[in-house]
């Protein structure tokens, strides 16, 4: 399996939390030129592709990407999208129209919400179960509507349309990639049957170990080829010249998420916790603070169980030693960002990066493994 490597951009360099102890990228305005600095770091440190994040507060993604696409040429859009507010007619001609403008350069990842207080910014009152739901019927619609070559009419529980069509496809094949992730019992049923690639945080390796095989499990009695479905881990890796040094990075990093009283790290964490994979973090920070042999845990605990806020702590090499963990358990996505983004981005294209698809590479050589996109 190839690697993949997957940031995070955000679109105004002031970001939502305190300088170096950033727990989130998106929010706090806009700037056209940091969205295509910030673009052009990480292309040039060889992240294959960004992930554009989605609040409902924060600026419009799919424009972001767009902006930032006119001025890379190589690195890669995941594009965040919330199923409920656009047709899925509308946004399967939006996502193959981008995709063509960009060189097949995007991927979408469908989150299905940030709890019921920010839904309801937005006009969504559906419980979590029914927002699962509808992604799953979202998601379904859209691989009908970029691989049909007829017409389609279709009644469901949340979609209604009649006689829908593009004049043209996407330009990837068969579709665009849809990225999914979710711990619940909802989310792990809609994702076996609907993703293309699922996505797991960084949780201990046994856990993830456990996650991987029993998706397959649920992914083969869908009818679908297991061997089919990618996987990612998002983790946030603290990385210094010495191993003493990350450490004491890591706590100083702490100690400014604690100090910061940001709202977007601490003032929905009760609305945080309605998420299963929140509650999951938490509850493992519980067990220690480091867990395996360098998965740091109290950031985490301290965020609420905050999307990605498990941090993997040393240097480059040892980093890149516990990433290879998550790779052979199958995740070939990787997707880190750090808490001071785009300096931590400059950096890892220094050497974490390069050493890690280095790793890789001897890895599938020395095993004969199947390299896939």
Not at 155 to 174: H, I, T, V
Not at 255 to 271: C, F, N, P, T, Y
């Amino acid at each position: 399996m190839q690697v993949e490597v997957i940031g995070m951009i955000g679109a105004k360099r002031e970001g939502t939390g305190k300088k170096g102890a950033e727990v989130h990228v998106i929010g706090g305005g806009i700037d056209g030129d940091y969205i295509s600095d910030f673009a052009r770091v990480h292309e040039n440190s060889g992240f294959d592709k960004v992930l554009v994040g989605y609040t409902s507060s924060s600026a419009d993604g799919f424009i972001v990407a767009m902006h930032a696409a006119a001025n890379t040429s190589q690195l890669g859009y995941l594009i965040a999208h919330r199923p409920g507010f656009v047709s899925p007619t509308v946004l399967a001609r939006k996502a193959a129209t981008l995709d063509h403008l960009t060189g097949g350069r995007i991927a979408l990842h469908i989150i299905s919400g940030g709890g019921e207080v920010e839904q309801r910014r937005d006009g969504d009152y559906e419980n979590h179960d029914r927002r699962y739901a509808r992604s799953g019927e979202f998601m379904s619609l859209l691989r009908r509507l970029w691989t049909s070559d007829q017409p389609i009419d279709h009644k469901g529980e949340f979609y209604r349309f009649e006689q829908a069509k593009s004049d043209f496809s996407c330009l990837q094949e068969p579709h665009v990639p849809l990225y999914f992730g979710g711990a619940s019992e909802a989310a792990l049923e809609i994702g076996a049957k609907e993703c293309d690639v699922y996505a797991l945080w960084g949780e201990p390796l046994a856990e993830v170990k456990t996650k991987i095989s029993d998706f397959r499990k649920r992914v083969k009695s869908t009818g679908r080829d297991p061997r089919t479905i990618r996987f990612s881990v998002s983790t946030r890796p603290i990385v210094a010249d010495t191993e003493s040094e990350a450490w004491d990075l890591a706590h100083s990093t702490l100690e400014a998420v604690l100090d910061s009283g940001e709202k977007s790290m601490h003032g929905i964490g009760k609305e945080r916790l309605e998420s299963v994979g929140s509650q999951r973090l938490v509850d493992f920070s519980k067990k220690g603070d480091v867990l395996d042999e360098r998965l740091y845990m109290p950031i985490a605990a301290a965020t609420g169980g905050a999307g990605n806020t498990t941090a993997l702590v040393g240097t480059a090499e040892q980093v890149v030693s516990s990433l290879m963990g998550y790779y052979k358990l199958g995740c070939s996505t990787i997707l880190i960002r750090g808490f001071d983004p785009y300096n931590d981005a400059v950096y890892w294209g220094k050497e974490l990066i390069p050493m890690l698809k280095d790793e890789v590479a001897k890895y599938v050589k020395a095993n004969k493994v199947t390299v896939r996109a």
